[in-house]
């Protein structure tokens, strides 16, 4: 059964109040520390209009999170292969962010930065089903605490109607993440978490009912892609000959040891191809293209209502996945970029500027201050991003430009990555324990130059420095403990979060 929490809401008749303007200039820790240079419409499948009147009234925002979905498993960010048409299409309407980066390679987190707009090593929500790492309580927080400014409380502060529609089982109301929903309908299956097309089918109910007028956030995160990859058959069988799935290749018994037991939990783990990684890999796949259908029929449904031309929609991951990229499997344990490359896809109001793709490096941090910005609200003041609502406008800074810091890593809270343009620096809090890639020659982060090249090795390293300089400047959020039912327990078992 769904756990639906509903809040308090306003008056019927009392006017929402007027959003504060945003500051004629929003200072973004992440912009002022790092600012490291070095020297495709496709179909129209959602029949919006092309480039719509912008609307004078704020927008509605819906942020639709994708958990697990890798950038590159998307035909718009390069996969060769029919797995997302529908999601193609959006980008063809939106402002592509070519370069975007998660704060952490697994939910919790990831989705506490999303929100607030503060980084790992500020909001602290890095406990593990009550456990910590290095057993270092002192630096680690089990839920967000309601000292937190979040996205959904400036909304609702700003007179929208709110509402989340979660299916991922970490995001808990006794976790701090309802703050600022009316409407917290948070669904679990009896096993795993409900499909898709039954949390947008709630979304769209919701949306439906809305007051004309009244502008709404809706929040709506999706587990369709996470392990196990137990997508319908025919979802399979319409991308397993992708060329994007890359070679075939055998996995020994020791890389078949790594794969987790609730990746194992599937029908097809005892068929034939399950020692071939591309069968992996076309799995997930499989996740992605189930997904792209049901969030395609929602993006229509919004369409052909018109709401989604008076609304400003927003498309994300919290995280990616490894599927033996680096001889490892699932996510939360490293900063490769396959853990936290994720897709950013804005659809401005009547698709203003669609087809754009941004090839600066951005955040996920970042996204709190420019959808308030988008609606004329101003950001918390210890929000750690950046509006980018120039780059929506399509004064693209180019692609030297930009940095992205990650931490947050699962057992390992000393691990931090920088992701500069061309580069990419990942430190385990040692000097013996620095990888250091060039992206250019090597975007699979295969061979470590931190040897080779000390330069580059030191210019990261110092801009990480700054970086942890600034954030050890700025007051953490206080510790918060979050009760944990055991059946709660039971269902983060089945998707991997246990230890």
């Not at 620096?425 to 013996?432: P, R």
Request: net charge neutral.
């Amino acid at each position: 059964m769904p756990t639906v929490v509903q809040l308090p809401v306003r008056p019927a008749g009392t006017p929402p109040p007027r959003p504060p303007q945003v500051p004629g200039r929003v200072v973004a820790l992440a912009a002022v520390l790092v600012l490291v240079a070095a020297a495709f419409a496709g179909p129209r499948l959602l029949r919006a209009r092309a480039v719509g009147p912008v609307p004078t009234e704020p927008p509605s925002v819906i942020v639709v999170l994708v958990d697990t979905l890798r950038a590159d498993f998307l035909g718009t960010y390069g996969f060769d292969g029919p797995v997302s048409p529908r999601i193609d299409a959006l980008a063809a309407e939106s402002v592509q962010f070519e370069r975007a980066f998660a704060q952490a390679p697994w939910t919790k987190p990831s989705i506490a930065s999303l929100f607030t707009s503060l980084a790992p090593e500020t909001h602290r929500v890095l406990s593990h089903d009550g456990k910590y790492a290095d057993g270092d309580r002192a630096s680690h927080t089990e839920a967000l605490p309601e000292e937190a400014a979040t996205l959904a409380e400036s909304f609702r502060q700003a007179g929208y109607a709110t509402a989340a529609f979660v299916a991922n089982p970490w995001l808990l109301r006794e976790h701090g993440f309802a703050q600022g929903f009316e409407l917290f309908d948070q669904r679990q299956g009896a096993g795993l978490p409900p499909r898709a097309s039954v949390m947008l089918d709630a979304a769209r109910k919701w949306i439906d009912a809305r007051p004309q007028g009244q502008p709404f956030f809706a929040y709506v995160h999706l587990m369709d892609v996470h392990g196990p990859y137990d997508a319908p058959e025919a979802d399979y069988d319409a991308v397993r000959e992708s060329p994007g799935l890359g070679p075939s290749r055998e996995l020994d018994d020791a890389t078949l040891a790594q794969i987790r037991p609730y990746l194992r939990r599937t029908r097809w783990i005892d068929g034939p191809g399950v020692r071939d990684v591309r069968t992996w890999r076309a799995r997930y796949a499989a996740g992605v293209h189930a997904l792209d259908r049901q969030l395609g029929a929602f993006l229509a449904s919004l369409a052909k209502s018109g709401v989604l031309d008076r609304t400003l929609v927003v498309v994300t991951s919290d995280h990616g996945e490894e599927l033996a990229d680096n001889g490892g499997w699932d996510h939360g344990f490293r900063l490769y970029e396959h853990q936290i490359h994720v897709p950013l896809l804005v659809r401005l109001p009547g698709g203003a500027g669609g087809g754009r793709r941004v090839r600066e490096i951005v955040s996920l941090v970042d996204v709190m201050p420019s959808v308030l910005g988008q609606a004329g609200i101003a950001p918390p003041p210890a929000a750690q991003g950046r509006d980018l609502t120039p780059l929506l406008r399509g004064a693209d800074a180019g692609p030297g430009v930009g940095a992205s810091f990650a931490g947050g890593v699962k057992w390992s809270p000393r691990m931090q990555s920088l992701r500069a343009p061309g580069w990419k620096l990942i430190e385990d809090g040692s000097a013996s324990a620095v990888q250091v890639f060039d992206l250019t020659g090597d975007p699979t982060e295969q061979k470590n130059v931190a040897s080779s090249r000390p330069d580059e090795r030191a210019r990261l390293g110092k801009t990480l420095d700054a970086h942890r300089a600034a954030l050890a400047a700025q007051p953490t959020l206080a510790q918060e403990q979050g009760a944990v039912s055991d059946e709660m327990k039971k269902r983060l078992e089945a998707l991997g979060y246990a230890h």
